[in-house]
């Protein structure tokens, strides 16, 4: 059999589209990774998305982006990136619409929250949690000893592998993130088959980039409409030396300061630039249109560095790596930065995120305590079938960060009223 399969799916393996469950035969006018991206978009755990935080709450304005309408942007940045450089579009779909269904309650500082408490039994990282979720808590192909999640084929899980190592192993100095669990080691070294160690697919370096583009420009976006940045403040020096602290501290400590105050100086000097917002349709519009240009930018400067390298033709798997140049990886990181200092660290979220944080884990302990009779039968029957405690822990586990924020509070409300 030649090691090419010439179907829809052109330039990957036979290898590639398996499942690690055989499926029976499907439709085979429909391509194996066109299946994939239709689970996704069919699972709960994707609806689950509407009501989880992306940077503020969900009901907080209903201008702000959620875990799903961040998804969805991330996919369509995805797509297009993808389709430039020759990847099969469908795989980074479903790896941009599949890379936060792990995460949980209230963002990263539910993450946070998790990961605290799983700090015996191997930890929380929603990169983990994902993967659990699409080989194994996903409700779609039931095994005869064990649930295999959406059982998507190898190309797309190993798309969704942002981490793919354990916890501790990352090759990146300082790093806590990870991409899989101890309990899921089987299916993570079969979607692993043949990949270099610690090292992403293309596809997986285009959803990580795609995922990057989108909140750094969306959550700017929603920072001015909700008021919380001006963009005229940008021009004081005081200001700008706060975004390049904090772009430092948070993503790119190495870079020196002047290099990152020329990015925030570039982004500024763009025709598209926002200087001013009025809160009229005439400022949503140039608004809207800065973002769009900001996208474009991004990923016209990826796509052109990685040709440069690796040529012209399709570019899948380990056969090309994604190449960012330094000036975007900048720009990027000042736009994260911008979100950061008028979003994420302002004084009057402080007190917010400590509650959210308390407030998961109060919750999981009276789970731990009266499971499992309290918990939805799916988790329960992991809790029952659990070979030791860190196995029951880690079934309340999956049940909180399946919870949207909103059922979270309410539960928590039920199950604790004082």
Not at 128 to 157: D, F, I, W, Y
Request: a negative charge; hydrophobic letters at 40%.
């Amino acid at each position: 059999m030649s090691r090419f399969y010439h179907g829809p799916e052109v330039g990957y393996a036979f290898e590639d589209q398996q499942r690690w469950y055989p499926e029976p035969p499907k439709d085979p006018r429909r391509g194996e990774f066109s299946r994939d991206r239709a689970r996704v978009v069919h699972s709960s755990a994707l609806r689950r998305l509407s009501a989880k935080t992306q940077v503020v709450g969900p009901h907080s304005d209903e201008f702000v982006r959620n875990r799903l309408t961040h998804s969805l942007e991330v996919a369509q940045v995805g797509r297009e990136l993808a389709s430039a450089l020759g990847c099969d579009p469908d795989v980074v779909d479903t790896a941009c619409l599949a890379h936060d269904l792990g995460h949980p309650p209230f963002g990263h500082n539910g993450e946070t929250a998790l990961d605290e408490i799983c700090s015996g039994v191997g930890g929380f990282e929603g990169n983990a949690q994902t993967l659990r979720v699409l080989t194994r808590l996903e409700p779609k192909v039931m095994g005869p000893r064990r649930p295999h999640g959406l059982n998507l084929t190898r190309a797309s899980l190993d798309a969704v592998a942002k981490y793919p190592w354990r916890s501790g192993e990352s090759p990146q100095e300082g790093s806590r993130k990870f991409g899989v669990y101890d309990d899921d080691l089987e299916v993570f070294g079969w979607l692993r088959t043949g990949a270099p160690d610690r090292h992403r697919c293309i596809e997986a370096q285009v959803m990580d980039l795609a995922d990057d583009v989108a909140y750094s420009v969306h959550d700017v976006e929603d920072a001015v409409v909700s008021l919380r940045l001006d963009p005229r403040l940008l021009t004081d020096d005081d200001e700008a030396a706060r975004v390049v602290e904090q772009v430092r501290a948070w993503y790119l400590p190495h870079v020196p300061e002047s290099d990152l105050l020329e990015g925030l100086n570039r982004l500024r000097r763009l025709p598209a630039w926002v200087t001013g917002f009025e809160g009229d349709y005439a400022s949503l519009a140039a608004l809207k249109n800065m973002t769009s240009q900001l996208i474009g930018r991004f990923v016209r400067s990826v796509e052109e560095a990685t040709r440069e390298v690796s040529g012209d033709g399709p570019l899948t798997r380990y056969y090309a790596d994604l190449v960012v140049p330094k000036e975007t990886e900048i720009e990027i990181a000042v736009l994260k930065g911008l979100a950061v200092v008028y979003v994420m660290t302002v004084e009057d979220r402080q007190p917010l995120y400590t509650r959210q944080r308390e407030l998961l884990m109060e919750l999981t302990q009276v789970l731990e305590d009266r499971a499992p009779k309290v918990l939805d039968l799916p988790f329960a029957l992991a809790w029952n079938e659990a070979a030791d405690d860190a196995g029951r822990l880690r079934a309340v586990i999956d049940q909180v960060a399946s919870l949207t924020d909103a059922r979270a509070v309410a539960w928590h409300h039920e199950l604790l009223p004082n």
